[in-house]
């Protein structure tokens, strides 16, 4: 079953802008994990963060978590042509493995 | 360090012939998964094995499918017999388990893309 869901489905945008992905899960979550998929390849993990903390950043990336909204969003600074992807949060709740939602498609155009 | 190796890249058949795919995890992951991705399910997790052992096979849709993992560092998923609507991308992905969250990361194979005529 879908845990998170991406919003939007499709983003398009274009370089230098800023990009935003927004993630709602239901159940309560030992970590949430941000994953980027080109097309034809395998996902590609990109940043985890753990239930008790709020913030994270890497590179252009910036992470936030929410535990009371049950959300998070996953921020890209300056795009680049080379971020557009789908991206994909994915949950892990006790003993259960990852389940990931059904991805935001990001449009960077140069 | 070489990634999850999958095997074929592509793979053709006809419905009723049977289509085994090959994974390779990676060395000293005891963690290994099996997902199938279409445009109208997403990424759907089939099964995950825990130091060789099945663990969750819920997502297997129908006894067409099957998946072994002899031993760590190889692992196939069967279809027999194959159908149409098994066309889609498989992909296999494997981590460390029990490390705690911050082990938690799965690696993906770059997947067999299955098209069943």
């Known amino acids: 079953s879908q845990q998170g869901e991406e919003d939007p489905q499709a983003l398009s945008i274009q370089e230098g802008e800023n990009a935003t992905m927004n993630c709602s899960y239901k159940?309560?979550?030992?970590?949430l994990q941000w994953y980027r998929q080109n097309s034809g390849r395998g996902l590609v993990h990109l940043i985890l963060i753990r239930s008790n903390e709020r913030e994270k950043h890497s590179g252009r990336l910036r992470v936030t978590l929410d535990t009371s909204k049950k959300s998070s969003s996953l921020l890209i600074t300056a795009s680049r042509a080379a971020d557009t992807a789908s991206y994909f949060c994915?949950?892990?709740?006790?003993?259960?493995?990852?389940?990931f939602g059904k991805g935001t498609r990001l449009s960077v155009i140069a | 360090d070489a990634g999850v190796i999958q095997s074929p890249r592509h793979e053709v058949t006809e419905m009723g012939q049977e289509v085994t795919l090959r994974c390779k995890p990676i060395?000293?992951?005891?963690?290994l998964f099996w997902y199938r991705q279409t445009m109208m399910r997403g990424l759907e997790l089939l099964i995950y094995?825990?130091?060789?052992?099945?663990?969750?096979d819920s997502g297997m849709p129908e006894d067409r499918f099957s998946a072994k993992m002899p031993n760590a560092s190889f692992s196939t998923l069967k279809i027999q017999p194959s159908e149409p609507r098994d066309s889609a991308v498989y992909f296999c992905a494997s981590s460390l388990a029990g490390g705690g969250p911050s082990t938690d990361t799965q690696y993906f194979g770059p997947g067999t893309r299955l098209t069943v005529l």
């Open positions: 159940t309560s979550i030992n970590n």
């Open positions: 994915a949950t892990r709740s006790g003993n259960t493995p990852l389940v």
């Open positions: 094995f825990n130091n060789n052992v099945p663990i969750d």
């Open positions: 060395s000293g992951h005891n963690s």
